[in-house]
Every structure is written in C-alpha cells, then in structure tokens.
C-alpha cells in the first residue's frame, strides 16, 4: 500500500562507494653505501607492492619497493649499485560521499596514481640520500543508507486490501498492454 505520510522519500540500504580521497607523498630514504661515492651515475625503482585497509577518515596504506642507485668511487675509476628494499605506511585522508556511512563490512579499491618515481638524490659522504615521490586514490565501500525519492505508481489504490492483489494485477497487465499498442502504432 501506498505511504502519502512519508512524503515520497525512502531510506535504503546499499553497498556503494562511502568515502574516496587522492594525495602524493613524499618520502625521504638514506642509502649507506660499500664505498665512498664521488657521484652519481643513476637510480631506479623497482618491485613496488601495497595493501590498503580501510580506517576511519582516511585509508592506510602499507608497502615496499626496491631503490638501487648505481654511483661511482676511487676517482670515477670503479662503479657499483646499490640496493635497498623500503617499506613505508602512509595515511590518505577520505572525505565521506553524501549518505550516513554504516562503517560494516568495508572494504578498499586502491589504485596507483603515480608509480614511485625518484626526485632527488644527495649524497652525503658514504651516505645517499633519496627523495621519492608516490601518489594514490582510493575508495572505501561499503554499506550505506540514502534517500531516495519514490513515486505513487498510477495504479495505486489505498483503499484497496492484499487480498485483491490478483486484480490489481489483471488491470496492471491490462494498462501494459494498451501501452505497447499505442507504442506500436505510433511507428511509422
């Protein structure tokens, strides 16, 4: 039966996205080094990996990746390449989407904005100092409640009782099939 009183508007439950953010981050690492480096000849990052798990307000994410950076030492006579395996946890902040987030079983999409790219490189006597840059967006769903605006059907009654639901039926079908007849003719 139709509710006049709740003036068209229903609150439902849906699984949705509840909350998203994006930022970059920036890192700073120290590389100790075998030698004592006189410049450096190139760095790269490899082996990136990350989880997100889903917090209040913000998402934490948790991960590794390989930085190596090749220098060279003894006058610019001998090279080598270091490598060093960092892991890092990070805090993106999420705003909250319009609708009353239930905080039940959420879970997070993640993805990679930019992949983990090296701006800087100082060194700094047998230490090398790097400065990576990393962005991330990501999206919390889960469970929420929204309004949603429901319209009176044209055939809805209040006066009518559950048990002339058959009825109701036969005059639903009777209104569909005079619709489709009208459609039909209207082709040209």
């Known amino acids: 039966m139709w509710n006049r009183d709740s003036g068209g508007l229903?609150?439902?439950?849906?699984?949705?996205?509840?909350?998203?953010?994006?930022?970059?981050?920036?890192?700073?690492?120290?590389?100790?080094?075998?030698?004592?480096?006189?410049?450096?000849?190139?760095y790269r990052v490899t082996s990136h990996s990350f989880v997100a798990s889903p917090k209040h307000n913000k998402v934490e994410i948790t991960g590794q990746y390989d930085l190596h950076v090749w220098y060279a030492y003894d006058g610019g006579n001998q090279t080598c390449v270091e490598k060093k395996t960092v892991c890092y946890t990070e805090h993106l902040p999420v705003v909250d989407l319009e609708g009353v987030r239930l905080g039940v079983d959420e879970c997070v999409k993640c993805t990679l904005v930019k992949e983990p790219r090296i701006l800087d490189v100082h060194l700094r006597r047998s230490v090398v100092e790097i400065?990576?840059?990393?962005?991330?967006?990501?999206?919390?769903?889960?469970?929420?409640?929204?309004?949603?605006?429901?319209?009176?059907?044209?055939?809805?009654?209040?006066?009518?009782?559950?048990?002339?639901?058959?009825?109701?039926?036969?005059?639903?079908?009777?209104?569909?099939?005079?619709?489709?007849?009208?459609?039909?003719?209207?082709?040209?």
């Open 10 to 42: 229903r609150d439902i439950l849906v699984r949705a996205t509840c909350a998203k953010g994006q930022k970059r981050f920036k890192q700073a690492f120290t590389l100790q080094t075998a030698n004592l480096p006189e410049t450096v000849l190139g």
């Open 131 to 188: 400065e990576v840059n990393v962005e991330f967006y990501a999206e919390i769903v889960g469970e929420t409640k929204l309004w949603v605006k429901v319209f009176e059907p044209p055939f809805a009654d209040d006066d009518k009782k559950g048990d002339e639901f058959d009825e109701d039926a036969d005059d639903f079908e009777e209104f569909i099939d005079d619709e489709d007849e009208e459609f039909v003719d209207d082709r040209p």
